[in-house]
């Protein structure tokens, strides 16, 4: 197996700089696209667990990554919970049942692992497939970023539903978030069982937060999954990423996990004056950069490797999701440039 995303994330030594890249198996991917319409709809491709590990290996046979993550949703979790996940086209996830009421928090269940079987069985066939070629990242999103879904029904631009049990009814909002806190730490759990070589929690959402209510909402419960992880597998990587969270770089470090992911709003050096040596950064191109030219991409590469300073600790990846509409052809530059050009900034 090719160590080196471990390795980063452990801040051991590296043969180069490992990337991968958030979404990389997506739909700017002609292959996935016919995979899924295979499967007929997103969530079917996710629940397949044969589909799953096919459009998880995608990218990694077309480019020379240096890490596979899961293919799933960040919203598997609500699903089993009963609250009815679906996707309208264009419209992104919705749920048929969203949380109203204390009544409806107090009566989602506390143990889920059962009906998320599809994932573990997925994890398991990804890392054979794999055939020890590179690790596999397992990974959920955070308590508040599910809680948002959960409470608004599906995305939201103002989080009216969340802000106001927040403000107004915040017990009910802590009971909410224990319980998916819980059902997190269970889930991760056996993703590792099931072979996943490092986890990591998705903050979607905790930039939309103040600094106060993002430690007490969202930053604590991932504190205590790093803390729950960790008492079950204290040797697998977590690394925690809150999009629009470079501001709360030095508390997530305190949370004792091995990495923290970083988006194109925070510079990288910034990002390492604030966490020290106590963990690993990833990120953090902007996704949109992929739309440039070769030559641009590699200017821009070159850029994110001049700033970071030491010899290990840095994952490349983009500061978030690749988008459906990028040239694979320009993912394959990314991939190259990093690679090629790594050993020259360290």
């Not at 969203?98 to 997925?122: C, H, M, R, W």
């Not at 992911?261 to 990288?268: A, R």
Request: net charge negative; charged share 20%; glycine share 8%.
């Amino acid at each position: 197996m090719s160590f080196d995303y471990i390795n980063a994330l452990l801040k051991k030594p590296t043969t180069r700089t490992p990337i991968w890249v958030m979404r990389q198996a997506g739909r700017y991917l002609p292959e996935y696209r016919a995979s899924r319409k295979k499967a007929g709809d997103f969530m079917a491709l996710c629940k397949n667990p044969n589909l799953a590990c096919e459009v998880t290996m995608q990218p990694i046979d077309r480019f020379d990554l240096d890490a596979a993550i899961l293919f799933s949703d960040i919203l598997t979790i609500p699903d089993a919970m009963g609250l009815g996940l679906y996707f309208s086209e264009g419209e992104g996830p919705k749920f048929k049942n969203p949380l109203q009421n204390l009544a409806d928090i107090e009566k989602l269940p506390t143990y889920i692992n059962d009906d998320l079987s599809y994932v573990f069985d997925g994890v398991s066939t990804i890392k054979k497939a794999l055939s020890g070629r590179i690790p596999l990242i397992g990974f959920s999103g955070s308590p508040w970023t599910l809680a948002t879904y959960m409470l608004e029904g599906g995305s939201s631009k103002t989080f009216a539903n969340s802000k106001k049990i927040l403000f107004n009814e915040p017990k009910s909002l802590h009971l909410l978030l224990d319980k998916l806190t819980n059902s997190v730490i269970e889930y991760l759990n056996q993703q590792i069982l099931s072979g996943a070589d490092s986890v990591m929690v998705f903050d979607t959402w905790g930039g939309v937060l103040s600094k106060q209510n993002y430690l007490d909402f969202s930053l604590k419960y991932m504190a205590k999954i790093v803390k729950g992880v960790k008492a079950q597998h204290p040797n697998i990587p977590i690394t925690l990423f809150s999009k629009n969270g470079g501001k709360h770089l030095s508390h997530i470090a305190d949370t004792g996990c091995d990495g923290v992911g970083i988006d194109w709003t925070v510079e990288l050096d910034d990002a390492q004056a604030q966490v020290g040596e106590r963990l690993a950064i990833q990120g953090n191109l902007d996704p949109a950069v992929l739309y440039a030219t070769p030559e641009i991409i590699e200017r821009e590469v070159k850029k994110i490797l001049a700033q970071f300073k030491g010899d290990t600790g840095h994952i490349f990846n983009l500061g978030h999701g690749i988008t459906p509409d990028i040239d694979p052809e320009n993912m394959q530059v990314l991939v190259d440039c990093v690679h090629k050009f790594s050993q020259d900034y360290r």
